[in-house]
């Protein structure tokens, strides 16, 4: 099993960034995939997560009307289209799979990817 995290960097405030979450070992269609983050000296939490099999989703209130999800089904691989960037939003992301998607917190995680740095300069 794998999660492969990729786009992280550094942005301006007001920036963009799209991370990229790519899945194999397991069925992809089966699970609810998507994004935890965790800043300096916080706890990690929940960002955003897509229902392969219904395409449901999940944001958190912080990232809602700015970040975006989506998944290309034929690439098993996930996206999270980030805009309008904060200084609040400097984490390593994590990418992380749940085969049963009621929600999106830790204990509900079944895999989990390396993190890709994300840094937001204000």
Do not use: H
């Not at 395409?55 to 970040?67: E, P």
């Not at 960037?85 to 992301?93: C, F, G, N, S």
């Amino acid at each position: 099993v794998q999660l492969q995290a990729s786009g992280g960097g550094l942005v301006q405030a007001g920036g963009s960034l799209r991370l990229s979450c790519v899945a194999s070992g397991f069925t992809f269609d089966d699970y609810a995939i998507g994004w935890f983050r965790q800043a300096p000296g916080k706890e990690r939490e929940g960002v955003s997560c897509i229902s392969i099999i219904s395409g449901s989703t999940y944001y958190a209130d912080s990232v809602k009307g700015r970040f975006t999800i989506s998944s290309d089904n034929a690439k098993n691989t996930v996206y999270l289209q980030m805009n309008s960037l904060k200084p609040e939003d400097t984490a390593v992301y994590y990418c992380a799979a749940a085969l049963l998607f009621s929600s999106w917190r830790e204990v509900d995680i079944d895999y989990w990817g390396k993190g890709t740095q994300v840094t937001v300069s204000s």
